[in-house]
Structures are given as C-alpha cells and as structure tokens.
C-alpha cells in the first residue's frame, strides 16, 4: 500500500482530484482514487463533499456493488460550448493549417485560448507544442495590416461600404475606390478582400473587385449601406473572379508534371482524362483566365493548352 502523502494540502488535492474528474468522464472509483490522490477513503470523500457543494447534480455518485464510484457529467445547456480533448485538437490543427496566414496579434490569441482551454481539459501539453511545419518561398507577415483586416471584417458584418487607398502592382500611382467588401479570402500565400466596386454616389455597384490586403494603404469604413446585392462569386473556381466562368483543357505529359496535377483539386469543376503514354488532360473551369495562362506557362514545355 502506498505510503499517504501527510504534506499534501487539502487545496491541493482538491485540485488534482478535480482534473482526474475533469479529464474522464468515466466513472472513478474510490479505491483508486486514494491511490492516486495518496490519501484515505475519509480524505477521498471529504473531498467529494467539497466538490458536490460547488457542482451539484454535474456530479454523479453510486456504487457497483460494493465499490462506490464518482463521475463528472456535465449537463448541456443551450448556447453553452461543450468541448473535450478531441475538439482541442481538431481546433489546433485548424490554427496550425491556417498559420500562413494568420497575423502576430491573431496567432498569439488564439494560442492563450488553446492553452485555457488545454487546462481546463486537463491536457498537459506546452503552447509551444507544433506539430504542423510549412515550407515557404516567400510569404506575407500580415501583423502590420491586422487593422485594415479588422474594418473589412467589421464592413462584411455590418454591410458598410469602405473608401479604399490602394497601390497596385507595379504602379507608383495610388488609387482610391469606393468598395463594398463581401470576403476575405486566401490564394497562393496572400490574402485578398472581395467585393464589389461602388460608383462615387455610393449607391450604384459597377462590378466584382478585390484587392490584396498588402497593398492596401488605408481603409475607411464610411455611413453608407451597402443597400445592393453583391454578385455571387464561386469560391471553388481556379482563380481569383475576374470574369464569367470558361472551360479550357491542358494535356501535361507523362512523368512529374502529370503526377503533379492527378494529386490535386485544381477547381470544383474539373475532369482528369488519362492518356494511354502516362499523360494527362485536365478541363477545367474558371473565372480567371490570366492567372491559368501564368500557371499553365510555369510547366514550360510540360504542358499544352487544347482548348
């Protein structure tokens, strides 16, 4: 039998009883608690007692013959978020996935969040603790644009329209717009807000726009309502909206290239056609036809345009 640890306080294994509840929801029973608590049964149920006055009815109790047990069940209320281990880690995979493009404050946030959390689940585990990687040839620290993203996020909820000051690629000039914004998404490393273009009356939409966040310089979120539907965009296209959608087919020959293509979701409306020499025939879809010529060339003489 092990020795009863005498200079253990009773805070402590409060404590420590309550995370061996806390991280199982199966039932302990009370030989094995004094165990692993080093204590006595009197000990073991003075301390159920502490615990049954704070959380009532969440704490079940019976006996299995003559082995009384304990368990924490929590009751599901409306609007209460109820989370277990394999929830954190599903939710820490998600921040880590979307690491490229998170901003310094957003990461740190969601970090101190992971971390209460892993706590209250009893999960030891350090915040430091990465399990995803990601290779880069360059990317885009957005810490310093996390202010602009904040008024475009705050402009998507409450449908406002925002007065733009832009800098496009190349350009030395500095363009101002009037913008609805509707998304803020992702493509090859970069973060970009969709939208609409409104005319100076700030009432009239001209059509689909985005700018890459980077390369905007100021954003203000005006009074104005964007009273307009905003066209609807196929998130699941290739590219970037720029017009209506086109259909084009490009052969990859035989070897890297070819692999390259098979392994991947380019589009939802794509058709991969095998080729007797190894080859493939991609048709795809898309509403940006620029940006396909600049992938399609980046194969060199690997790949054809059909159609």
């Known amino acids: 039998m092990a020795k009863i640890d005498e ?16 991280a199982d929801q199966r039932k302990h029973y009370l030989k ?20 049954e006055r704070e959380l009532g009815s969440n704490l079940e109790m ?21 989370l277990d281990d394999r929830d954190l880690r599903f939710m820490e995979i998600c921040r880590d996935l979307a690491d490229p493009y998170l901003p310094e404050q957003i990461k740190k946030r969601i970090d101190n969040r992971l971390w209460d ?24 620290n957005y810490s ?21 000051r832009y800098k496009p690629s190349g350009s030395k000039d500095i363009n101002l717009h009037y913008f609805a914004p509707c998304k803020i998404a992702g493509m090859n490393g970069a973060l970009y807000a969709l ?8 009432k ?8 890459a966040v980077h390369r905007i310089l100021d954003v203000e979120v005006t009074d104005h309502v964007a009273d307009f539907n ?14 209506e959608p086109k259909t084009f087919r490009i052969k990859f020959k035989a070897g890297k290239s070819a692999d390259y293509v098979r392994e991947r979701i380019w589009g939802a409306q794509q058709k991969l056609i095998e080729e007797e020499d190894g080859g493939v025939i991609l048709e795809i879809t898309t509403t940006s036809e620029p940006e396909l010529m600049s992938w399609i060339r980046s194969f060199g003489a690997e790949a054809k345009l059909l159609k």
Not at 7 to 22: C, E, H, N, Q, V
Not at 146 to 157: S, T, V
Not at 195 to 202: E, I, S
Request: charged share 25%; glycine share 6%.
């Open 230 to 243: 905003v066209p609807n965009i196929d998130f699941k296209l290739f590219g970037l909206p720029w017009h």
């Open 195 to 202: 939208g609409t273009y409104v005319q100076n009356d700030l």
């Open 144 to 164: 310093s644009y996390f202010g602009f993203i904040n008024k475009l996020l705050d402009a998507i909820r409450e449908k406002k329209i925002c007065f733009i």
């Open 7 to 22: 200079d253990s306080t009773f805070g402590s294994k409060l404590l420590k009883l309550f995370r061996i509840l806390l």
């Open 117 to 140: 959390l892993s706590v209250q689940l009893s999960e030891q585990r350090s915040p430091e603790d990465d399990r995803f990687a990601f290779f880069s040839k360059g990317y885009i």
């Open 32 to 51: 094995d608690l004094k165990e692993s608590l080093n204590c006595s049964s009197q000990t073991v149920l003075r301390l159920m007692s502490e615990i």
């Open 204 to 211: 009239t939409p001209k059509h689909l726009a985005y700018y």
């Open 62 to 82: 019976g006996k299995n013959g003559r082995l009384r047990w304990y368990r924490l069940a929590p009751q599901t209320k409306t609007g209460r978020l109820m």
